[in-house]
């Protein structure tokens, strides 16, 4: 298969700070599935953790 060149893919992202609401508009929005959370703290961006679609459904009909 073909590879991705770089400008092919798109990386959604937020901080640890960004609110709930603030996320789901975000995943609703860009139609995505998955956001990175990135802290800058230490000068260049460091991947935390990956909040996904699924994630959030769990979280919100309690199965989590």
């Known amino acids: 298969g073909r590879l991705p060149k770089s400008h092919d893919?798109?990386?959604f992202?937020?901080?640890?700070d960004t609110t709930l609401g603030d996320a789901l508009f975000k995943l609703c929005k860009d139609h995505i599935h998955r956001l990175y959370?990135?802290?800058s703290d230490?000068?260049?961006?460091?991947?935390k953790a990956v909040?996904?679609?699924?994630?959030?459904?769990?979280?919100?009909?309690?199965v989590w």
């Open 9 to 11: 893919i798109q990386v």
């Open 37 to 39: 959370v990135v802290e």
């Open 51 to 62: 909040i996904t679609l699924t994630d959030v459904l769990q979280l919100i009909s309690g």
């Open 42 to 47: 230490i000068g260049f961006p460091q991947v």
């Open 13 to 16: 992202s937020i901080s640890k």
